[in-house]
Every structure is written in C-alpha cells, then in structure tokens.
C-alpha cells in the first residue's frame, strides 16, 4: 500500500474540538478514519510548529487519501495537506525509468 503523510494545522473550531476531547480521542478518531478507508496509521503526532498534527498512514491508493482530505477539510475542524511518499526502493525503481526527457536549449 502506497504511504502518505497527513500534515494537519487546526481551525479555531478544532481546537476547541480538542481542548474538549484532548488528544487521544483525536488520535482514536484518525485512526478510525484511516482504518475505514481501508489503510492502517503508522503513528500520530501532535506538534508546536507550522503544522499542528503529522500522520503517517498506509493507504489502498491516491483515491482514498483524496477521500480523507475531502471529508477532514469538509468538517472544518482542520486543514489538511496530503503527501504521497516513496521508499527508498521506490526511488531506485523511479531513478532507473527512462524518461527522454530533454532539456530546454539541449
């Protein structure tokens, strides 16, 4: 399953969602979510930086990361930003594809 990283910064209406429920149910919530769109969380945290919330999660495909976004940034408690990410060996298979690719001016 391709993985992605869920990158996550909290709405004024989120964070009192969280103040209410505190972070564990949050992180049970997400995992819900993940797990209902067929993937698996890897891990969950929460963070005093640009973003609010990191996850990194296993899922079926581009549609249901899509799906998840769609449905979080619908409820308007977060905005959210999804990352496809490579492995290692997913970037030795990439690095060796044959692009023909030229250069502008080449």
Known sequence: M????????????????LL?????????????????AGGEMTSLHFAFAEQDTYVLCDLPDHRAAASLAMAI?????????VTPLLNPTEVDEAARMPTGYTPPGA
């Open 73 to 81: 940034g619908a409820a308007r408690g977060l905005r959210v930003q």
């Open 20 to 36: 209410r429920d505190g972070g564990t149910k949050r992180a049970e919530v997400v995992r819900a979510l993940v797990e209902n």
């Open 2 to 17: 391709p993985t992605f990283l869920l990158k996550s910064t909290y709405t004024p209406e989120g964070l009192n969602g």
